[in-house]
């Protein structure tokens, strides 16, 4: 198990590795580093001083291993617009994005995995045809579209919930998070639930096929001849089952989550982190995207490394064939 | 000397259909049978006879499309087809029990076998975990498993096939039932463990008086262990009898052609090189039945009189036990060569 | 073995055909989709504006409701104005080309890509094989909005960017698909056996191998049609996609973004609703084309 963990860590920082001498060379090949990381307004001394400070006049190898020595430090450039190290306005904003795309996932298996288990186990029942009918337009929905609906119908015209920022936060961890306090949520909820949608419908098609799978399986019928109470069959037996799988989906579509927050944050206004990268798309605000990236790129090896961690302990079949 | 005691089962014209897309299957078509407390019912057939469907209509267990239609199951005396469905679930794992085929799918892969049996334990009756853990333990030593305890903590994959039908006849075992369905529970396995399995389950139903069907498509497996044997063809018991009535003077055309077809049974007339003797034909098509004998178009004995349904008849005087679907009652022919 | 396939080719796909057909939820999507082509096509005809052109606009008429007659031309406003004077179900119709244009255009040139680049691979095998499959799982591990706005970024914005851009993402699933199922067929004996034939490589794959792997691709082909259709809206609803001049449907309903809160929805709704519509066509066609075409549900 140690072995295939080190193993996995080795290829995980691996692929960071990858990443950041396709960045570099993204850097390089796609515009003026120069512009890139110390922007156009400076006059010609300042530009020399810049150059000179930032290495910018060494060969390349020396450049990278100077780019890979910055990122291990923290070190990503500063930001044109925001003055401010770019890695540490990242850092700053991603508890907001967090906050959005975890509770999608919590709204999205909360809803789902019921749903989906009902559609599985009576998919002749008219509720599971319409259940099914209306997860395909569920994942048809433009993202963008249902928010502006959402805002339309909850802020404007029923005036219920805010329609845009996020709301006061309590700290917790030494980190500061909206949804422990009442105004918090009250702003969470459009958000969050917008971007579950289309989470919620891939959730409950992918719960009922696995229901669809495992319930005709022999031990299904073994524990109904067993005389365990339905519930148990259900629950223990058939959701156990169904659910191994649907995890490790799960942990890879946080990542996605956290990426198609962009559009949310942006209607919403919510300072998290996707709308500050958009934000610096759009102004060129080039160091903030390349740290971004970075960020991003760590995010989801870890992401990938602790769903394979996950299905490992949560399959005793595949975590003790290792073992043998 | 028991006044008439009820017997364990009761058969009574069991009817169990299958609506599918292309038809009404009457996958079991009128089964009668009655077993008394501590026999051996060999319940033989080939795939598709109805029997495992018999087996599971008797546990309520039949999935859609299929449906349990008509007859009674009495269970000491009480007909399970009217029973709540909750009535039917506390007899089942406690009074009733099931085996089934196939050791590799019937546990959870993915829980522990000390949780797949505490539960049965628990479902029937309030004990603690601890206790509960202590008779699965008991039980399993009871199998001849060697090292409960290690078992108990395992996973269904690590176990072989033999041991993880040990611990699925265990857990049938788990409550002493008064009955149990095993279908087919030593096929999928080695034949040396086969034969373990078969004398373990002759003792232990010996020992505790339980009833037996064990269902086969295999006489010889059967032959050993059972006291009565009954041959199902196209969801119709042809002939019912004692093992020896059956094994010995087997009335029906399909029961003779089994017994025929054995290479066991041809090899005291059998010479080298000589061809084993085959039912000619196929397996029944349930949507194509014809009207009447079931069996008549593999049949070499088959006469006009075939065109309508028989009926269970005891050929012999002396054996009023014995009886048999057919028109043509008589010993065993000299067939034309296979 | 593999002649007697190519005669019988013309009733496999009377079969599918007939199996598709028999869900009439597919059905109702495959109209909805073909009034949509019908009225993309004939887009000039049957408007009565032609939103892209400035001089048609009438500034004065701009942000109206539906149903509001025209100051200056002489028809009906059915589905109202936006805030530049646009005639929107004139915008919607014109709008619905480009979506379509795009979505179709970009899938149609990376299934292409893509299954060319899948095939190489599987018959090349080795070495190649493995970097071109490390390839696209890199590409496809990670959310296809982030790469989309990292490409746009650089390259600038614009119909044809968009159209590149989602290229440049899209090939890896075809290529991953017809990778699969080339390998499954290059195992098969008749390959061998063309081989042993002396039949050029590229008429293997042409003649043989094509064809069998046509099912999964048309599959992956009508869905990915979807999110192309999908990823332009959002890519254009965020800025950086068509110009402000020529709005796709997703232009349309950023622009309607801002008079949300003055109550004025249809300048976001009919837009979406007609996005909505288009996608949903298509996914039901393409779910059912899948189930059609699986062959674990193939009787």
Same mark, same amino acid.
């Given at each position: 198990?140690?072995?295939?963990?080190?193993?996995?860590?080795?290829?995980?920082?691996?692929?960071?590795?990858?990443?950041?001498?396709?960045?570099?060379?993204?850097?390089?090949?796609?515009?003026?580093?120069?512009?890139?990381?110390?922007?156009?307004?400076?006059?010609?001394?300042?530009?020399?001083?810049?150059?000179?400070?930032?290495?910018?006049?060494?060969?390349?190898?020396?450049?990278?291993?100077?780019?890979?020595?910055?990122?291990?430090?923290?070190?990503?450039?500063?930001?044109?617009?925001?003055?401010?190290?770019?890695?540490?306005?990242?850092?700053?904003?991603?508890?907001?994005?967090?906050?959005?795309?975890?509770?999608?996932?919590?709204?999205?298996?909360?809803?789902?995995?019921?749903?989906?288990?009902?559609?599985?186990?009576?998919?002749?029942?008219?509720?599971?045809?319409?259940?099914?009918?209306?997860?395909?337009?569920?994942?048809?929905?433009?993202?963008?579209?249902?928010?502006?609906?959402?805002?339309?119908?909850?802020?404007?015209?029923?005036?219920?919930?805010?329609?845009?920022?996020?709301?006061?936060?309590?700290?917790?961890?030494?980190?500061?998070?909206?949804?422990?306090?009442?105004?918090?949520?009250?702003?969470?909820?459009?958000?969050?639930?917008?971007?579950?949608?289309?989470?919620?419908?891939?959730?409950?098609?992918?719960?009922?096929?696995?229901?669809?799978?495992?319930?005709?399986?022999?031990?299904?019928?073994?524990?109904?001849?067993?005389?365990?109470?339905?519930?148990?069959?259900?629950?223990?037996?058939?959701?156990?089952?169904?659910?191994?799988?649907?995890?490790?989906?799960?942990?890879?579509?946080?990542?996605?989550?956290?990426?198609?927050?962009?559009?949310?944050?942006?209607?919403?206004?919510?300072?998290?982190?996707?709308?500050?990268?958009?934000?610096?798309?759009?102004?060129?605000?080039?160091?903030?995207?390349?740290?971004?990236?970075?960020?991003?790129?760590?995010?989801?090896?870890?992401?990938?490394?602790?769903?394979?961690?996950?299905?490992?302990?949560?399959?005793?079949?595949?975590?003790?064939?290792?073992?043998? | 000397?028991?006044?008439?005691?009820?017997?364990?089962?009761?058969?009574?014209?069991?009817?169990?259909?299958?609506?599918?897309?292309?038809?009404?299957?009457?996958?079991?078509?009128?089964?009668?049978?009655?077993?008394?407390?501590?026999?051996?019912?060999?319940?033989?057939?080939?795939?598709?006879?109805?029997?495992?469907?018999?087996?599971?209509?008797?546990?309520?267990?039949?999935?859609?499309?299929?449906?349990?239609?008509?007859?009674?199951?009495?269970?000491?005396?009480?007909?399970?087809?009217?029973?709540?469905?909750?009535?039917?679930?506390?007899?089942?794992?406690?009074?009733?029990?099931?085996?089934?085929?196939?050791?590799?799918?019937?546990?959870?892969?993915?829980?522990?076998?000390?949780?797949?049996?505490?539960?049965?334990?628990?479902?029937?009756?309030?004990?603690?975990?601890?206790?509960?853990?202590?008779?699965?333990?008991?039980?399993?030593?009871?199998?001849?498993?060697?090292?409960?305890?290690? !078992?108990?903590?395992?996973?269904?994959?690590?176990?072989?096939?033999?041991?993880?039908?040990?611990?699925?006849?265990?857990?049938?075992?788990?409550?002493?039932?008064?009955?149990?369905?095993?279908?087919?529970?030593?096929?999928?396995?080695?034949?040396?463990?086969?034969?373990?399995?078969?004398?373990?389950?002759?003792?232990?139903?010996?020992?505790?008086?339980?009833?037996?069907?064990?269902?086969?498509?295999?006489?010889?497996?059967?032959?050993?262990?059972?006291?009565?044997?009954?041959?199902?063809?196209?969801?119709?018991?042809?002939?019912?009898?004692?093992?020896?009535?059956?094994?010995?003077?087997?009335?029906?055309?399909?029961?003779?052609?089994?017994?025929?077809?054995?290479?066991?049974?041809?090899?005291?007339?059998? !010479?080298?090189?000589?061809?084993?003797?085959?039912?000619?034909?196929?397996?029944?098509?349930?949507?194509?039945?014809?009207?009447?004998?079931?069996?008549?178009?593999?049949?070499? !004995?088959?006469?006009?009189?075939?065109?309508?349904?028989?009926?269970?008849?005891?050929?012999?005087?002396?054996?009023?036990?014995?009886?048999?679907?057919?028109?043509?009652?008589?010993?065993?022919?000299?067939?034309?060569?296979? | 073995?593999?002649?007697?396939?190519?005669?019988?080719?013309?009733?496999?796909?009377?079969?599918?055909?007939?199996?598709?057909?028999?869900?009439?939820?597919?059905?109702?999507?495959?109209?909805?989709?073909?009034?949509?082509?019908?009225?993309?096509? *004939?887009?000039?005809?049957?408007?009565?504006?032609?939103?892209?052109?400035?001089?048609?606009?009438?500034?004065?008429? *701009?942000?109206?409701?539906?149903?509001?007659?025209?100051?200056?031309?002489?028809?009906?406003?059915?589905?109202?104005?936006?805030?530049?004077?646009?005639?929107?179900?004139?915008?919607?119709?014109?709008?619905?080309?480009?979506?379509?244009?795009?979505?179709?255009?970009?899938?149609?040139?990376?299934?292409?890509?893509?299954?060319?680049?899948?095939?190489? *691979?599987?018959?090349?095998?080795?070495?190649?094989?493995?970097?071109?499959?490390?390839?696209?799982?890199?590409?496809?591990?990670?959310?296809?909005?982030?790469?989309?706005?990292?490409?746009?970024?650089?390259?600038?914005?614009?119909?044809?960017?968009?159209?590149?851009?989602?290229?440049?993402?899209?090939?890896?699933?075809?290529?991953?698909?017809?990778?699969?199922?080339?390998?499954?067929?290059?195992?098969?004996?008749?390959?061998?056996?063309?081989?042993?034939?002396?039949?050029?490589?590229?008429?293997?794959?042409?003649?043989?191998?094509?064809?069998?792997?046509?099912?999964?691709?048309?599959?992956?082909?009508?869905?990915?049609?979807?999110?192309?259709?999908?990823?332009?809206?959002?890519?254009?609803?965020?800025?950086?996609?068509?110009?402000?001049?020529?709005?796709?449907?997703?232009?349309?309903?950023?622009?309607?973004?801002?008079?949300?809160?003055?109550?004025?929805?249809?300048?976001?709704?009919?837009?979406?609703?007609?996005?909505?519509?288009?996608?949903?066509?298509?996914?039901?066609?393409?779910?059912?084309?899948?189930?059609?075409?699986?062959?674990?549900?193939?009787?």
């Amino acid at each position: 198990m140690t072995g295939w963990l080190l193993r996995r860590l080795a290829q995980a920082a691996l692929v960071v590795l990858l990443m950041t001498a396709i960045v570099f060379v993204g850097l390089h090949a796609i515009g003026n580093p120069i512009d890139i990381l110390i922007g156009e307004d400076l006059n010609q001394q300042e530009r020399l001083q810049a150059i000179a400070r930032l290495g910018l006049d060494q060969p390349l190898w020396r450049q990278y291993l100077a780019f890979v020595d910055g990122a291990l430090h923290g070190q990503l450039g500063k930001s044109f617009v925001y003055q401010e190290d770019a890695i540490r306005l990242i850092l700053q904003r991603l508890p907001a994005t967090m906050e959005l795309a975890v509770g999608a996932l919590l709204l999205a298996v909360a809803i789902g995995v019921p749903l989906g288990l009902f559609a599985g186990m009576k998919p002749d029942h008219p509720l599971a045809k319409a259940l099914m009918a209306a997860s395909i337009v569920g994942f048809s929905l433009p993202a963008f579209w249902v928010a502006l609906m959402f805002i339309m119908v909850f802020s404007v015209q029923l005036g219920w919930l805010p329609a845009s920022g996020r709301g006061a936060t309590r700290e917790l961890f030494g980190v500061q998070w909206s949804w422990l306090t009442l105004d918090g949520l009250q702003h969470l909820i459009l958000p969050a639930f917008n971007l579950a949608l289309f989470k919620i419908s891939l959730v409950l098609r992918l719960t009922r096929a696995g229901v669809r799978e495992v319930l005709p399986q022999d031990f299904v019928k073994f524990a109904r001849a067993k005389g365990l109470s339905p519930a148990r069959v259900v629950l223990v037996h058939v959701l156990r089952n169904t659910l191994i799988p649907l995890v490790t989906v799960l942990g890879l579509e946080l990542g996605s989550t956290i990426a198609y927050a962009v559009v949310t944050e942006t209607i919403f206004a919510w300072p998290g982190a996707g709308k500050l990268i958009l934000d610096s798309i759009n102004s060129l605000d080039r160091p903030v995207v390349v740290a971004y990236l970075m960020v991003v790129v760590v995010i989801f090896v870890t992401l990938n490394l602790v769903v394979d961690l996950l299905y490992k302990l949560l399959d005793p079949r595949v975590r003790l064939e290792g073992a043998r | 000397m028991s006044d008439a005691e009820v017997p364990t089962l009761e058969l009574r014209d069991l009817q169990t259909r299958f609506h599918t897309r292309d038809g009404v299957l009457p996958v079991v078509d009128g089964v009668s049978f009655t077993l008394a407390r501590g026999k051996v019912l060999g319940l033989v057939g080939e795939s598709g006879s109805g029997k495992s469907v018999t087996g599971f209509s008797i546990m309520g267990l039949v999935d859609p499309p299929g449906r349990v239609e008509g007859g009674q199951v009495l269970f000491q005396g009480r007909d399970l087809l009217q029973m709540s469905n909750a009535e039917r679930r506390a007899l089942r794992g406690d009074r009733i029990a099931m085996i089934f085929q196939d050791p590799m799918a019937t546990l959870n892969p993915v829980l522990r076998v000390d949780t797949q049996m505490i539960e049965t334990v628990q479902a029937h009756r309030s004990v603690s975990t601890t206790a509960a853990r202590k008779q699965a333990a008991d039980t399993l030593a009871l199998m001849g498993l060697s090292n409960a305890g290690e !078992r108990l903590r395992a996973y269904p994959h690590q176990l072989s096939g033999g041991m993880r039908q040990r611990v699925a006849i265990a857990i049938a075992l788990l409550h002493g039932p008064d009955l149990i369905i095993a279908d087919e529970p030593t096929t999928a396995l080695d034949v040396t463990i086969q034969a373990q399995i078969l004398s373990e389950m002759q003792k232990l139903v010996a020992a505790r008086g339980t009833s037996l069907i064990w269902i086969s498509h295999d006489l010889s497996v059967v032959a050993g262990l059972a006291d009565e044997i009954a041959v199902m063809y196209a969801g119709r018991i042809v002939e019912h009898g004692t093992v020896d009535q059956v094994l010995d003077d087997p009335q029906h055309p399909y029961t003779q052609g089994l017994i025929g077809s054995l290479p066991s049974a041809n090899l005291r007339t059998q !010479r080298r090189g000589e061809r084993l003797r085959q039912i000619p034909g196929m397996a029944p098509n349930l949507l194509q039945m014809p009207e009447g004998c079931a069996f008549a178009p593999r049949c070499a !004995r088959a006469s006009a009189a075939c065109a309508t349904r028989p009926e269970m008849t005891s050929p012999r005087a002396d054996a009023p036990g014995h009886r048999v679907r057919c028109f043509h009652l008589g010993p065993v022919a000299a067939e034309a060569s296979a | 073995m593999n002649w007697r396939r190519g005669f019988n080719e013309h009733s496999i796909w009377w079969r599918v055909a007939a199996d598709f057909l028999r869900s009439r939820v597919a059905i109702a999507g495959l109209a909805v989709l073909a009034l949509v082509a019908l009225a993309a096509l *004939a887009a000039p005809w049957i408007t009565p504006q032609n939103p892209y052109d400035l001089m048609q606009l009438d500034v004065l008429d *701009a942000r109206l409701k539906p149903g509001t007659p025209s100051s200056a031309a002489g028809f009906t406003y059915w589905l109202g104005t936006d805030g530049q004077g646009r005639d929107l179900y004139s915008a919607i119709v014109y709008g619905l080309r480009i979506s379509l244009l795009v979505g179709i255009g970009s899938a149609a040139i990376a299934a292409v890509l893509g299954t060319g680049i899948g095939l190489l *691979a599987a018959y090349a095998g080795g070495k190649v094989d493995a970097a071109l499959m490390r390839l696209v799982d890199l590409l496809l591990s990670f959310p296809t909005i982030l790469m989309a706005l990292m490409i746009l970024a650089y390259v600038g914005k614009g119909v044809g960017n968009v159209v590149l851009t989602l290229v440049l993402l899209e090939w890896a699933y075809y290529a991953r698909t017809a990778r699969g199922q080339a390998l499954v067929e290059t195992r098969r004996d008749y390959v061998e056996a063309a081989r042993g034939q002396g039949i050029p490589p590229w008429r293997i794959l042409s003649g043989h191998i094509l064809p069998n792997c046509l099912p999964p691709l048309l599959v992956i082909g009508a869905l990915q049609i979807a999110r192309a259709i999908t990823l332009e809206a959002t890519l254009s609803f965020l800025g950086l996609g068509v110009p402000i001049t020529e709005p796709s449907l997703g232009l349309l309903i950023s622009n309607g973004y801002q008079y949300l809160l003055s109550n004025e929805y249809w300048i976001s709704f009919f837009p979406g609703v007609a996005l909505l519509a288009t996608i949903v066509a298509i996914n039901l066609v393409g779910d059912q084309l899948r189930d059609v075409l699986n062959p674990r549900l193939q009787r």
